[in-house]
């Protein structure tokens, strides 16, 4: 039972049931009683020291957000900000460097302004692993899961990279592509960009495709420019390419425009395919082929977990959350292959 069931017995908003709990005044008494009833009935048992730690804490919900242009982020902060403003909650967002340690900062951010709980989207998972431990407030990570470490006050909530990788690499190939590259990422700090790329070669494996990493990939941040150049780097040293699996919509985009700038065309001579399924992508010229995920969806299981732990001091959860892969103008059929 979630804050989310309660809200949907009693008929209110998320955000209604969770100032009813906190016994907030811009709540009627009628309305009160009727979230106060299904929780009786539902055995619901809020933390009665969320309120009065709320109080203490002006702070409230901070969100930690691993690189500064990453597109996919940006819209999953301001989904969360809309469902916490709903529920109530103030939010802090703060922004760090792809390679900069997020458990090392959020153990900073507790310390100095000592939020109610984390949202952190992106991160790597091998510095959850080493340092989490020393975090003691409920935590949520979107993108990437942790499963596997059994934190007591870490939820986590993603979709199955190596699954989307080995989709699109299936796609590519049955369009005739057999000169895959990689571009994007770096699998030294970043489990997502290492999950898509072995997903992506585990494909190529599989159907019986040559996939060297070492002369068909090419690292970048997670921004236009690392991509701009990364893209000349990458037709320099494996130029029989045929398509472009870029490991975000923000690399592919960086690489249509490194390409163009080469005098090539997209997709009739290199395609190029995403991953993320931003909204600018349905919009980008050409519009990409690209791996869509639901931000709405990861939105709200990750609010609601955090909510969940601390109001209700409820155990953590994590979930995959589904994907699709969507075919745009990006990426050509290659004939007689």
Request: net charge negative.
């Amino acid at each position: 039972m979630t804050i989310k069931d309660i809200a949907r017995l009693s008929g209110c908003s998320i955000g209604t049931v969770s100032r009813a709990l906190n016994n907030h005044p811009d709540v009627s008494d009628k309305t009160r009683q009727r979230v106060l009833q299904v929780v009786e009935e539902q055995g619901f048992q809020p933390n009665s020291n969320a309120k009065h730690l709320k109080q203490q804490n002006g702070t409230g919900i901070a969100v930690i957000v691993k690189g500064t242009m990453n597109m996919l982020f940006a819209e999953l902060v301001e989904k969360m900000q809309s469902l916490l403003n709903d529920a109530n909650w103030d939010t802090s967002v703060f922004y760090i460097e792809e390679d900069e340690n997020e458990i090392t900062y959020a153990d900073r951010l507790c310390r100095e302004r000592k939020p109610m709980g984390i949202i952190f989207l992106g991160g790597d998972v091998n510095l959850f692993r080493d340092g989490f431990s020393a975090i003691s407030v409920p935590c949520v990570l979107l993108t990437n899961t942790a499963e596997d470490f059994n934190f007591r006050n870490l939820s986590s909530f993603a979709i199955d990279d190596v699954k989307a990788a080995q989709q699109v690499i299936e796609l590519l190939v049955k369009k005739g592509h057999r000169n895959i590259a990689f571009l994007g990422g770096n699998i030294n700090c970043s489990q997502i960009t290492y999950r898509r790329l072995m997903g992506c070669k585990s494909a190529c494996e599989s159907l019986g495709v040559s996939f060297d990493v070492d002369k068909q990939c090419e690292p970048c941040r997670y921004d236009l420019k690392s991509a701009y150049s990364a893209t000349y780097k990458l037709i320099e040293h494996y130029p029989e390419a045929t398509v472009i699996f870029a490991v975000c919509d923000v690399v592919a985009m960086g690489a249509i425009r490194a390409l163009r700038d080469m005098g090539k065309r997209v997709p009739e001579d290199i395609s190029v395919v995403g991953f993320d399924g931003i909204p600018m992508a349905e919009y980008f010229v050409p519009r990409l082929t690209t791996v869509r995920q639901d931000t709405v969806r990861l939105a709200e299981l990750g609010v609601d977990a955090l909510l969940c732990n601390i109001i209700r001091n409820s155990p953590p959860v994590h979930g995959l959350v589904p994907f699709e892969l969507t075919e745009g103008e990006s990426v050509m059929e290659i004939p007689n292959s």
